[in-house]
């Protein structure tokens, strides 16, 4: 007997390693301050954690409902309405899910047949395009503008065809910064009216609007609404990125689709988590204060970057950064995007991540993307490594 592993045709074999895991892995070999992946290096507010841990030595340790425990989903339908003027029913719209990434699968398979199109907009979050394969679907990319990552609304018209069950867009935008306008949202409210194309709204970044800027819901536009998944985060909004809990506010039709997937590829989100973050939304000052905490980062670092000679973008919301290196003069010359950023993990001691990853051809246009939710002595600290540019 001579035993073996069969062969396995592979149904992602274009799918590799993350850019985020291979940057945050080189970071670490090389001891440099990892500012590429996005997630905090500070600790979340103690009263969360006792929220939780009370929840924990009350007994809340078994299976919630599939759709998330009442208070939570009351909770989070309350602040949708108090910000943007939408009430979704907490019992057939709101849904609690294991963070954003499974909220936006969970939404592609339950709506994505073999053969439809879904239109993505580029640069876009690295799982939007894996899941929309991983669906039947067909993924078809539309750029937003290079520089300004603005939304081309003659392109995105250009390419809904009568095979379009989707467009997935996300403001404010991962990796770039960019907000959509009121005017933006609108216009796109104007090109779906005529069609039948749902809307993935992924707004994880909700609360890191920078003034005076504001952020834009999907739920603040009935056309809109009526159509759109509605995605959220408790992770970005609360510095709490390793629980992964989620939301999805959708309308009851397309909520029950939702579930339906829901509950055999999750059933159920911690519980404990769930009600600590129900009690902590009782007080709505951690988010609504969270775009100034992370406004005055952002300034910090901005400062910082205007002495050397990157070339800085806007930066209108998320805790991202992205900038221009073209104008920069490195030992190694004709770096593109990822060989620049592995130089400058390995001999500046700083780590970030190439827009390039971001698109599906690879499109270099000389800008990397810098992470600021830093605590402030991070942030410092790649500062006067950065400085030596």
């Known amino acids: 007997m001579n035993p073996r592993t069969p062969a396995l045709p592979s149904k992602t ?18 001891g440099a301050v990892n ?9 979340c507010d103690p009263r969360l954690v006792d929220a939780v841990t009370d929840a924990m030595r009350e007994g809340l340790n078994q299976y919630p409902p599939m759709t998330g425990v009442a208070p939570l989903r009351e909770a989070v339908a309350h602040k949708i309405q108090s910000l943007y003027g939408k009430r979704y029913d907490p019992v057939s719209e709101i849904t609690v899910t294991a963070g954003a990434t499974q909220a936006i699968l969970t939404t592609i398979l339950a709506i994505v047949h073999p053969g439809d199109e879904v239109i993505v907009l580029e640069p876009c979050y690295d799982s939007y395009v894996p899941n929309i394969e991983l669906a039947g679907g067909v993924v078809v990319r539309v750029p937003l503008t290079p520089g300004t990552f603005r939304p081309d609304f003659d392109k995105i018209q250009a390419a809904i065809t009568p095979r379009t069950r989707a467009i997935l867009i996300n403001s404010p935008h991962n990796p770039s ?5 009121r005017e933006d949202m609108l216009r ?22 920078y003034a005076p ?20 985060s408790f992770g970005k909004t609360y510095h709490v990125t390793g629980w992964k809990v989620g939301t999805v506010a959708a309308p009851a039709v397309l909520s029950a689709e939702f579930r339906k997937v829901h509950q055999f590829n999750v059933f159920t989100v911690n519980t404990p988590v769930q009600h600590g973050l129900a009690r902590y939304m009782a007080d709505p000052a951690p988010y609504l204060d969270l775009p100034a905490f992370y406004q005055r980062k952002r300034d910090l670092f901005r400062t910082g970057l205007a002495n050397t000679k990157f070339k800085l973008l806007p930066g209108e919301g998320t805790y991202f950064q992205c900038v221009d290196i073209s104008g920069l003069s490195v030992p190694e010359k004709n770096l593109g995007e990822a060989q620049f ?6 001999e500046i001691g700083v780590a970030a991540i190439p827009l390039s990853a971001f698109y599906g051809n690879g499109f ?22 950065l400085a030596r540019l």
């Open 341 to 346: 950023c592995q130089w400058l993990t390995r």
């Open 213 to 232: 800027n504001q952020h834009w819901s999907a739920a603040s536009f009935e056309g809109l609404a009526a159509r759109a998944f509605i995605v959220s």
């Open 188 to 209: 796109l409210q104007d090109i779906l009216d005529p069609t039948d194309v749902l809307l993935i709204s992924d707004e994880v970044y909700e609360h890191m609007v």
């Open 364 to 385: 270099d246009q000389q800008v990397i993307r810098f992470c600021f939710a830093k605590k402030d002595e991070t942030l410092n600290l790649a500062l006067e490594r």
């Open 13 to 30: 074999p274009n799918m590799g390693t993350t850019i985020f895991t291979v940057m945050s892995a080189l970071a670490a070999e090389k």
């Open 35 to 43: 500012l590429g992946q996005g997630f905090p290096d500070f600790a």
């Open 177 to 181: 910064g960019m907000i959509w306008s």
